[in-house]
């Protein structure tokens, strides 16, 4: 009798566990309706999270508080009519009262090549759901942060450098027919330039005659990690080099327009030299000199194949030593042909202005964004690497 009722016992003990098992594997069959829950998920997410990301300038960027932007403040209006950005729900303001309370901003940028604000260093609070972003246009040598101390603090990078989070270049190269940018980008589409002798620029033609002098060079910061000083006095050994500023023996007022027009009318070359040998570092003074009728000799730690297109500038580090590289130089100056090569571009491509906010807005609308936690551990470590202290050519 006790063992009929054990075993029932067991038997009944069986079948509420079988039935259990059941009911689970049905609740959590995969037999549910995954679109209306999107559906639900989607609507509800559109009705609850604002349209807009907030973006705060937390520091001045060299003294511009509006960080060479239009205005204080910009809405959606001004980041769709004045900056033309694809994805425009933003607003920026670098007023630090602009919203209630300094968590509620989706991104906070500071200007690191500067330190941080004495009267406000830092945000007392800090949400999780707020990307910092380490915003820089200089190169580490003139990053002016202890970045050691800030460890697991950046979020978001925002430099010149083709590899951060928002590229932030001196300037773009647009695509003339469609108005698409070119580069800087790791693998830009470049057209093919035309055969040698194949190309005939009239102003280059005409202003070929009175091109006597070899190259010059405008430059205030005369001792460089580069060492590109060092380079410019043995180049000066082989050819005319004219050094306008306080690192040179020539003078032209800073923005007299006669010292601009000097490089289309009187010389061959222009040294767009960088002060330090890091990825990426190609600033505005080369862009300056696209801009005129002068073909400009680079030197920096960039793959400049990124940035400009082929045959249209001259780089230092392809040549082994200084000799190499004046030869070269004077045969180029020699044969108006070759000269007017590396003009061939400038029907195909245009320089223009770029900002960052527009990627900065994208990237705060990009949906894997909100469920994604990104942190730069050693940001020195990130930053330092990229740059290098030798050169290929020597001198
Ligand atoms: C420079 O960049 C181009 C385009 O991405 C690449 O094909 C080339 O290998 C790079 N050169 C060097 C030396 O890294
Ligand atoms: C280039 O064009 C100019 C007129 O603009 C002409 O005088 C000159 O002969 C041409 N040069 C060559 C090499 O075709
Ligand atoms: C940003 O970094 C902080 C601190 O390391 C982290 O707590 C936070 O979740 C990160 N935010 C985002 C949006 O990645």
Same mark, same amino acid.
């Given at each position: 009798m006790r063992l009929q009722m054990r075993r029932t016992l067991t038997l009944l003990l069986l079948c509420v566990f079988l039935f259990g098992a059941l009911i689970y594997k049905i609740i959590t069959?995969?037999?549910?309706?995954q679109n209306g829950i999107l559906r639900e998920y989607l609507e509800k997410r559109a009705a609850t999270r604002p349209a807009t990301r907030s973006i705060l300038l937390?520091?001045?960027?060299f003294g511009d508080r509006r960080w060479?932007?239009?205005?204080d403040a910009l809405g959606p209006e001004q980041f769709r009519d004045?900056?033309?950005?694809?994805? !425009?729900q933003c607003e920026l303001s670098? $007023?630090? @009262?602009?919203?209630?309370?300094?968590?509620?901003?989706?991104a906070i940028v500071f200007?690191?090549?500067?330190?941080?604000?004495?009267?406000?260093?830092?945000?007392a609070r800090r949400s999780p759901h707020q990307a910092y972003v380490f915003a820089l246009m200089e190169p580490p040598g003139e990053?002016?942060?202890?970045?050691?101390?800030?460890?697991?603090? !950046?979020n978001l990078t925002m430099t010149y $450098?083709? @590899?951060?989070?928002i590229v932030w270049p001196y300037a773009q190269l647009l695509?003339?027919?469609?108005?698409a940018p070119v580069a800087p980008g790791l693998q830009p589409h470049w057209r093919e330039p035309p055969a040698l002798g194949s190309w005939n620029d009239s102003t280059v033609w005409r202003l070929w005659p009175t091109k006597t002098k070899m190259a010059a060079w405008f430059v205030s910061?005369?001792?460089t990690l580069s060492k590109r000083e060092q380079l410019a006095a043995a180049l000066q050994q082989h050819i005319q080099l004219d050094i306008y500023g306080s690192c040179g023996n020539l003078n032209c007022a800073r923005g007299d327009p006669r010292c601009d027009d000097m490089l289309d009318t009187d010389f061959m070359f222009y040294l767009a030299f960088e002060n330090s040998l890091c990825m990426?570092?190609?600033?505005e003074k080369l862009y300056a000199a696209l801009q005129r009728h002068i073909v400009p000799v680079v030197f920096g730690g960039a793959n400049y194949t990124r940035f400009l297109p082929p045959h249209s500038y001259i780089d230092a580090?392809?040549?082994?030593s200084v000799e190499q590289l004046a030869e070269h130089l004077r045969f180029v100056a020699g044969d108006v042909q070759e000269y007017m090569s590396?003009?061939?571009w400038r029907q195909h491509y245009k320089i223009a202005n770029s900002s960052p906010f527009c990627e900065l807005c994208a990237r705060l609308h990009h949906p894997s964004w909100a469920h994604r936690t990104q942190i730069y551990g050693d940001i020195q470590a990130w930053w330092f690497n990229s740059c290098r202290l030798a050169s290929h050519i020597r001198f």
């Open positions: 069959s995969p037999l549910v309706d937390w520091s001045s960027f060479q932007l239009p205005f004045e900056l033309k950005c694809p994805v !425009y670098n $007023r630090h @009262d602009f919203l209630p309370s300094l968590e509620l901003y989706d200007h690191v090549a500067q330190p941080f604000p004495l009267l406000k260093p830092l945000p990053t002016k942060h202890q970045l050691s101390d800030e460890l697991n603090f !950046y $450098r083709l @590899d951060s989070d695509d003339v027919e469609t108005g910061h005369c001792k990426d570092y190609v600033t580090e392809r040549f082994d590396y003009f061939w």
